[in-house]
């Protein structure tokens, strides 16, 4: 199989790509100049992928912060929520490594269709389930929502190293990671603004006294929201269809003209390779159980009062603090004085997790005392801070696993990454299925302090090693072979 920088488009499309692009740098350029070459198109393709990875995170998250909705007019109680969302981190880990596989002998653009395909496929599954109160349709299309995150999950990393320079790189993945925040963001939104009905905790607890017109009502909201779901992937499908180029006509770094190992053989690199292990499993112990406790807080803070539109609210001013977090981190990574300093940022950001999510702990079990009207500024500043310190910190690890893993494909080394992460995801959420630990949800937030206090010391054991990087920084006109990073690769 051909390396990574020349098997994705054919010489006939590169000059057809090339006349549509607008080479930025109007110089001719030679073969060996060929890494210089960047292209405005980058930032459509970009937009087109941030939009498909929010619309993918909106369907995963939407249904979540709706479980108190779902119970009313369903009888769908929580663990019905998280055997949904963890039949979706199932098919994710079973077809991950097939998608990615896919994705690079085919390229880029199969990937993203099959991501907007599928999302498509799901909101008619779960529009079908909400007519006619079919769980078992909601199953269906939850293990189907798994497939599209197979593909979106991983394409920031890799498209920036495929379209950007290395100046932008960790720029545009975090703008691609941004999306995510963005997507949880409008689900936290849209779900109860679109569903109508205000749930109190009150309500949910006594809901044999709810009148038939009120459940009517909650349940044509929740509807409503599957027409929403669909009508968004649709538009998405539409704009990858209409134009998703696979890759730029020229490689945009030096590490990027490299070849890059064939899937099995970066499989064998990654098996052995003791840093990256390191990281992946530092990353997804703080990233993976918040990610999925935070869109339950409704149902964790019930016995405070915490009524589900409040829950919400705070719920999106943590997505959006992440959000900008990402974005913020992403640019001061790429500057040179960050470069080389991720490993501490994630250090830093550990020690602060474990002290809040120690006090949350404390507060859900009542062992420290707040007043009703301190509730919720309390919890929306805490949980501000942690989804800053835990989701923040997506674009700096699986560019840091990147580094790690090179020559490594970079899609194969997120898909690996998020593989574990998806399968913490599955054991937490599966744990919802025991009707004990449904009941009372105060055991996830003492899980995702334990997560957070484990990363810690594996964070402190990673070294400081920058493949690409140091690749990239080398004197222009340096050539150095895979063959070579692999041999330092198994040495390690």
């Known amino acids: 199989m051909e390396s990574e920088s020349t098997n994705l488009i054919d010489k006939k499309e590169r000059i057809e790509l ?29 937009f087109v992928c941030s939009l ?81 109160n079919a769980f078992w349709l909601f199953v269906i299309g939850s293990l189907l929502c798994g497939i599209s995150p197979c593909a979106t999950l991983v394409v920031p990393s890799l498209l920036s190293v495929t379209w950007f320079p290395v100046t932008q790189r960790t720029t545009a993945t975090s703008i ?18 679109i569903t109508g009905p205000y749930i109190t905790a009150k309500s949910v607890l006594h809901r044999e006294n709810l009148t038939a017109e009120y459940i009517a009502d909650v349940t044509s909201g929740l509807q409503n929201v599957g027409y929403f779901l669909l009508a968004v992937d649709v538009i998405v499908l539409i704009m990858i269809v209409a134009y998703f180029p696979s890759a730029p006509p020229t490689p945009p ?10 899937f099995w053989a970066g499989l064998q690199i990654l098996k052995t390779n003791y840093q990256f292990w390191l990281l992946s499993l530092a990353f997804n112990l703080t990233n993976s159980p918040v990610y999925t406790w935070i869109p339950l807080l409704a149902v964790h803070f019930r016995n405070l009062g915490l009524d589900q539109d409040e829950a919400l609210w705070i ?20 500057r040179p004085f960050f470069q080389r300093k991720t490993k501490r ?18 507060i859900q079990c009542e062992y420290i005392y707040i007043s009703p009207e301190a509730l919720i500024p309390l919890l929306c500043g805490i949980l501000i801070c942690v989804g800053i310190t835990t989701q923040s910190i997506f674009p700096i690890c699986t560019e840091l696993a990147c580094e790690y893993a090179y020559p490594v494909h970079e899609g194969l080394t997120c898909t690996v990454v998020f593989m574990l992460n998806w399968g913490i995801s599955i054991i937490f959420l599966g744990l919802l299925l025991v009707p004990a630990l449904s009941e009372d949800t105060a055991w996830m ?48």
């Open 18 to 46: 090339h006349d549509r692009c607008g080479c930025e740098d109007k110089e001719t350029f030679t073969e060996a100049e060929i890494s210089n070459q960047v292209y405005s198109v980058r930032w459509w393709v970009l």
């Open 52 to 132: 498909t990875i929010a619309a993918q995170c909106l369907n995963f998250v939407v249904w979540m912060p709706l479980s108190d909705s779902l119970l009313i007019a369903y009888d769908w109680d929580v663990s019905y929520v998280g055997a949904a969302a963890a039949a979706a981190a199932l098919t994710f880990v079973i077809l991950a490594l097939p998608v990615m596989y896919i994705i690079e002998t085919r390229g880029l653009r199969v990937g993203m269709l099959i991501a907007g395909i599928s999302a498509v496929l799901v909101c008619l599954f779960w529009n079908a389930s909400l007519h006619t």
């Open 176 to 193: 691609g990671v941004l999306s995510v925040g963005v997507g949880s963001g409008i689900g936290y939104i849209a779900g109860p603004q």
């Open 253 to 262: 770094s030096v590490a990027q003209t490299m070849g890059r190992e064939d």
């Open 315 to 334: 719920a999106i001013a943590a997505a959006l603090a992440a959000g900008v977090g990402v974005f913020v981190i992403g640019l001061l990574a790429d």
């Open 345 to 362: 940022i994630l250090q830093g950001f550990s020690v602060i997790s474990i002290v809040l999510l120690l006090l949350l702990s404390l």
């Open 445 to 492: 937030t003492w899980v995702c302090f334990v997560g957070c206090s484990i990363s810690l010391p594996l964070n402190i054991l990673l070294k400081d090693d920058f493949r690409r990087l140091d690749l990239d920084s080398k004197p222009k006109g340096f050539k150095e072979s895979p063959a070579d990073n692999n041999d330092g690769n198994s040495k390690k």
